[in-house]
């Protein structure tokens, strides 16, 4: 016999004999267990103690196995459930099998064979386990905060940003739309003596010149039509944190002057006033313009351009990475899971495909959007094929911009006509909660020409 005391059964069916004889089977092979008669007494030991294994009788009074299971994979969404019934017929099995049970004992029992699979399933639950314990060590080694990579330019990125949060030089990143400068430049931040101060972001690009020197320098009441009041700039919300200036290769060449001198003097006016403000925050500025051929061009002063690149980092595109897309998918799954409230597992060997082979000029950002739309649309708890849609190369932009709302709202229509505006059958087959259905039925002002929306 060997002990598992580790081990935590919860048995329930409403024959005390049987309650009785598999207790004493189990607890001689080293497991913990408690036996219950009916599913409600089940769900009130649910959260006593974190089970590891539940044997369910199907045929109960009251609330069945299946009922049963279905209620537990609420709140735990991966116990492992056998079905115990007396009617071995292919089609309880199957119907066991298909809401998601282990296994399934056909009574009456034999304790040697329920010995031996339930130390199989006991056995195989701990490997995996324990992958999935190593798979998250493995993944905290590939993280660098919200960033995740495994390739090895960006593993040298990461080392490299948690090396120069330590100091206060200014940092440029360079890179690509969407191959996440601000969230690096956040992750210095974070990693940074700064870190419980702000962090300031300005879009350099959408901005006009005036607004943008109002934006970071502030101004003074009365420095301009319409300035009823003193207003603090970027600069000066940024103190003691960090400034992110994104972008910074669309602004004017008389802000690249101003900025130039705020880089040198480590002091600024705000705009309309004479007295001088000191720079006490960490500039960290990002383009995914080439700023030398800005340079040869005229559009880009040199000396702004060599205080800007103290430490210089470049962000290598998601095409050059493609072992990152896995990855990737992986944490933006999880991401989406929790904000929807949905239980995708994962994305078919097919879908996969489509997605590495993909060359994505959008980069991450794009990626993130294609899997949002994915876990959106997908019927079951795996994405295939058919939920990947990806921008075509003409118009992408377009297409993504597309809002993602549009798409949800549409989907979300589509199911509820499909069923009659059943909200309990339509947040079903949506994988949420009714609660989530109606908010998002509120969300897009979605109606039923009619009658009102059936409840069951």
């Excluded at 049987?18 to 030991?45: I, P």
């Excluded at 190593?134 to 090895?152: A, V």
């Excluded at 200014?170 to 419980?196: F, M, N, W």
Aim: charged share 30%.
């Amino acid at each position: 016999m060997t002990m598992e005391k580790s081990v935590n059964i919860l048995v329930v069916d409403d024959e005390e004999i049987v309650r009785d004889s598999l207790s004493s089977w189990l607890e001689e092979d080293g497991y913990h267990v408690e036996a219950v008669e009916s599913g409600r007494k089940a769900l009130e030991r649910l959260p006593a103690k974190p089970w590891d294994l539940m044997l369910v009788d199907l045929k109960m009074p009251g609330m069945d196995g299946i009922q049963l299971m279905d209620e537990v994979r609420k709140t735990h969404p991966d116990m492992l459930v056998i079905i115990m019934t007396a009617y071995a017929t292919v089609d309880t099995a199957v119907k066991a099998m298909k809401k998601g049970a282990y296994d399934y004992f056909v009574k009456p029992f034999n304790p040697d064979d329920i010995s031996l699979t339930i130390r199989k399933i006991v056995d195989h639950h701990k490997l995996v386990q324990e992958n999935l314990f190593l798979r998250k060590e493995l993944k905290k080694q590939y993280k660098l905060r919200d960033m995740i990579s495994k390739n090895e330019k960006m593993l040298e990125i990461f080392d490299l940003a948690r090396t120069v949060a330590k100091s206060s030089s200014t940092v440029l990143i360079q890179g690509e739309s969407g191959t996440g400068k601000e969230l690096l430049a956040r992750a210095i931040h974070d990693e940074s003596p700064r870190s419980e101060a702000p962090f300031i972001s300005v879009s350099c690009a959408s901005l006009t010149e005036s607004l943008l020197e109002s934006e970071l320098f502030g101004h003074e009441k009365g420095a301009f039509t319409g300035a009823s009041a003193i207003k603090r700039g970027k600069l000066e919300l940024a103190q003691d944190g960090t400034l992110f200036l994104d972008e910074i290769g669309d602004i004017s060449l008389k802000l690249q002057m101003d900025l130039l001198r705020v880089l040198e003097q480590r002091e600024f006016r705000r705009v309309g006033g004479s007295d001088l403000i000191a720079i006490t925050s960490r500039i960290i500025a990002a383009t995914n313009r080439d700023l030398k051929i800005a340079i040869e061009e005229g559009r880009f002063r040199a000396d702004l351009y060599y205080r800007l690149n103290v430490i210089s980092i470049h962000i290598p595109p998601l095409r050059d990475r493609r072992e990152d897309i896995p990855l990737l998918v992986d944490h933006f799954i999880e991401k989406f899971n929790i904000e929807m409230g949905k239980q995708i597992r994962g994305v078919s060997e097919g879908a996969m495909k489509i997605l590495v082979d993909n060359d994505w000029p959008g980069n991450a950002r794009e990626l993130r959007n294609v899997i949002e739309r994915a876990v959106v649309v997908a019927k079951g708890n795996i994405i295939t094929e058919t939920d990947i849609s990806l921008p075509s190369a003409a118009g992408g932009a377009n297409h993504r911009a597309k809002s993602l709302e549009e798409i949800e709202k549409e989907h979300i229509r589509l199911v509820l006509n499909d069923h009659q505006w059943n909200i309990v059958r339509s947040a079903q087959t949506l994988g949420i909660d009714r609660v989530t259905l109606y908010n998002k039925i509120k969300k897009f002002d979605l109606k039923k020409e009619g009658a009102a929306a059936k409840e069951c």
